[in-house]
């Protein structure tokens, strides 16, 4: 089967160039283009001998997803939270120093300095120990997925860090810029986040349950 695949592939493998982007280069784009769903994304074709117990490992990544995803819409309704506090950038800005929302300013930088954190290992594990066993059972279209999903990751984490120091700044300093600059950051890495979860999810739901013993 494994073999069958890379001989398919192999064919066209010249055309599929995805190549990783340079972490330290993303740091100084436009909020805007940090995204990932640009170009083509790599396709997984369907493999063989595919078992209900191995779709059980691509159902299992979604929970883990679905729980990041409730996390992040929490710290949405913190946004919006604040956001009521005013009709206005005026009202906004007026209002914003009051306890009430101050207290969800601070609420706000500390949940998303978990979010970050439990992302990151998230990431972090998929690349120490799922992407090296799937790269190894050398096909190459699970290989060039593989390589996009490194790739997407740098711009997971580069939003993550904005994010987060966008928050921190918020905390020290409670202004309408500062509050639009963290709610630009947060819905910027929502968008990616799903996008990015999806392709992943899609592609490699059924190769997780073959190749990977556990997720």
């Known amino acids: 089967m494994i073999l069958s695949l890379t001989e398919q592939s192999s064919k066209n493998m010249e055309n599929k160039v995805w190549p990783v982007q340079p972490q330290k280069s993303l740091r100084f784009k436009p909020l805007a283009e940090l995204c990932v769903d640009h170009g083509e994304r790599p396709k997984m074709p369907a493999l063989d001998g595919v078992t209900d117990e191995h779709k059980k490992a691509g159902t299992h990544l979604a929970a883990i997803h679905r729980m990041h995803l409730r996390d992040m819409n929490y710290i949405g309704q913190l946004i919006e939270n604040v956001k009521s506090g005013g009709a206005s950038a005026a009202a906004l800005a007026e209002k914003i120093s009051t306890v009430e929302l101050t207290e969800n300013m601070r609420q706000f930088g500390t949940l998303c300095g978990r979010e970050c954190r439990v992302l990151n290992f998230h990431h972090g594990a998929e690349e120490q120990m799922i992407f090296p ?26 939003l993550l860090n904005r994010l987060q120091d966008a928050a921190n700044q918020l905390v020290a300093e409670q202004t309408v810029k500062n509050f639009f600059t963290t709610e630009a950051s947060f819905l910027q890495l929502l968008k990616v986040v799903k996008s990015h979860f999806g392709y992943e999810e899609t592609e490699l739901g059924d190769a997780l349950g073959k190749f990977v013993p556990v997720i």
Do not use: M, N, P, T
């Not at 593989?146 to 997971?156: F, I, M, N, Y």
């Open 133 to 158: 066993q799937l790269e190894q059972q050398g096909i190459i279209d699970l290989s060039l997925i593989v390589a996009r999903l490194k790739e997407e990751h740098l711009v997971v984490h580069e």
